[in-house]
């Protein structure tokens, strides 16, 4: 099994809304990642988790909030969003070496209203 | 630090035309390199990879990429192209001392018949 699961695929939510993303892979990889990716650009990181522990914050807004409750799910904690964090939100997982690839999601499209 | 720079914003083949793309890279020492493919709408595939070894180096779906560290560069190339390789193309490389995957700005391909 060599795949990352996104769920939802697309996601429509209010400003005050709070909802959750969720990322799962059975690679046995020990690492995981959320990127955000705005339309034709490339993915920019946002969090990384090396053995189910936060290890990088790209100096992300407290609206996103991860969690790594296990070593197979990632998740993404979204709470009053703003229109301009509309984008493809997209999980990863790699072995936890430099050297390793990463294995990326088909992505979740959220729109914030 | 690691950058990776794709000179060419997008590019456009006719179907069965060669294609290559650029990839230049800024690096201490001997890197490793990534490329990377995306669908509109889709998470990224791993196309191939330069760790060490042989330059040119052999990945999925007829596409190969050759290492020269002479010219900085880790370009993919592919002898003739399919429609269906019409996509955004990342060339990436790993930061040191973090799990992070740094990519280039992208180019898109575009293909007519």
């Known amino acids: 099994d060599t795949e990352v699961t996104q769920t939802p695929k697309h996601l429509v939510m209010g400003m005050t809304n709070k909802k959750s993303l969720k990322c799962e892979q059975h690679?046995?990889?020990?690492?995981m990642y959320w990127y955000k990716q705005k339309a034709k650009k490339p993915p920019e990181l946002m969090f990384v988790y090396s053995y189910e522990k936060l290890s990088i914050n790209e100096s992300v807004p407290s609206r996103f909030s991860p969690e790594c409750p296990n070593s197979s799910l990632l998740n993404l904690h979204l709470h009053a969003l703003q229109p301009e964090d509309s984008a493809l939100y997209l999980c990863a997982s790699s072995q936890p070496t430099e050297s390793s690839e990463a294995f990326f999601g088909q992505g979740t499209r959220l729109t914030v209203v | 630090a690691q950058s990776v720079t794709q000179p060419d914003i997008h590019i456009t083949v006719s179907e069965g035309a060669s294609l290559e793309l650029r990839c230049n890279y800024s690096y201490g020492a001997t890197p490793y390199l990534f490329w990377y493919v995306q669908s509109p709408g889709q998470g990224l595939q791993l196309l191939l990879k330069?760790?060490?070894?042989?330059?040119l180096v052999q990945g999925i779906k007829g596409f190969e990429a050759e290492f020269k560290r002479s010219q900085s560069s880790f370009n993919l190339r592919k002898p003739s192209v399919h429609w269906s390789d019409a996509a955004e193309y990342f060339c990436?490389?790993?930061?040191?001392?973090?799990?992070?995957?740094?990519f280039g700005a992208g180019t898109r391909l575009f293909v007519k018949a």
């Open positions: 330069y760790f060490s070894g042989d330059t």
């Open positions: 990436a490389v790993p930061y040191t001392g973090g799990f992070k995957t740094i």
């Open positions: 690679m046995g990889h020990r690492a």
